[in-house]
């Protein structure tokens, strides 16, 4: 079975540019997460979706950030507009079926704003 | 809130033994671990439902106390292949043993073997 997949790997931007990371968590999971990870602030949940509906946004930073699940099979996460301390390696997360409490995470997608 | 962990860091030579410690302010439903080694997404180790529980997988293990609201991590003779960093995560206060929620990690602890 694929696992969770993002994209892109890797996005170097200039600050101000839209920011768009796509996701596809593993198929028959019913709660997506996306998380942040730098150095200085560890592994950090952004937002997670249970069946498509947002449940808790609350580690989102600010209005620059925005998510959606339009559907269960897809998540994107944007940062508009996007400001050099975005940096960061951003990883999507899914979770549910028989294992339901493991999250399984993808590669993650490393972005860098300059 | 975060779980804390402790150590920070440890340094061994393969065949040592190690623990890490994770420890919360707060009552534990659950316990998750994961490894993450560097450059990629972390993966998942084990999880503790139950105070009390322990469960391993070859030479790695790990106890949960409820009471005392912390976790350990076990490992036991170790490889190589161990070094990266471990992260314990913990799921909101939610009633009952088993969450769908989010996971809240603690900081990591890096762990590195030596030959």
């Known amino acids: 079975d694929a696992g969770v997949i993002q994209s892109p790997r890797h996005e170097v931007t200039e600050m101000g540019q839209e920011v768009t990371l796509r996701c596809k968590p593993i198929?028959?999971?019913?709660?997506l997460f996306w998380y942040r990870q730098t150095m200085m602030r560890g592994l950090e949940l952004l937002i997670y979706f249970n069946n498509n509906v947002p449940i808790d946004d609350s580690g989102m930073p600010e209005d620059r950030f925005s998510a959606k699940m339009p559907n269960a099979s897809f998540s994107t996460l944007k940062i508009q507009p996007s400001e050099p301390r975005d940096s960061a390696v951003y990883f999507c997360?899914?979770?549910?079926?028989?294992?339901?409490?493991?999250?399984?995470f993808g590669e993650g997608s490393w972005l860098t704003v300059v | 809130q975060q779980p804390v962990q402790s150590p920070q860091a440890v340094i061994l030579r393969e065949g040592e033994d190690a623990v890490i410690n994770c420890s919360s302010s707060?009552?534990?439903?659950?316990v998750h671990w994961y490894r993450q080694k560097h450059g990629e997404a972390p993966i998942f180790l084990m999880i503790?439902?139950?105070?009390?529980e322990q469960k391993g997988h070859d030479k790695i293990s790990a106890s949960f106390n409820e009471k005392k609201q912390q976790s350990s991590l076990y490992l036991t003779a170790s490889q190589l292949s161990y070094s990266g960093t471990y992260f314990c995560?913990?799921?909101?206060?939610?009633?009952?043993?088993?969450?769908?929620?989010?996971?809240?990690f603690g900081q990591g602890t890096i762990l590195t073997v030596h030959p």
């Open positions: 707060k009552a534990l439903y659950s």
């Open positions: 503790l439902l139950k105070g009390g």
């Open positions: 997360a899914s979770s549910g079926g028989p294992l339901g409490n493991t999250i399984y």
């Open positions: 198929s028959g999971h019913n709660s």
């Open positions: 995560g913990t799921p909101n206060a939610n009633a009952g043993g088993t969450s769908y929620g989010k996971l809240t």
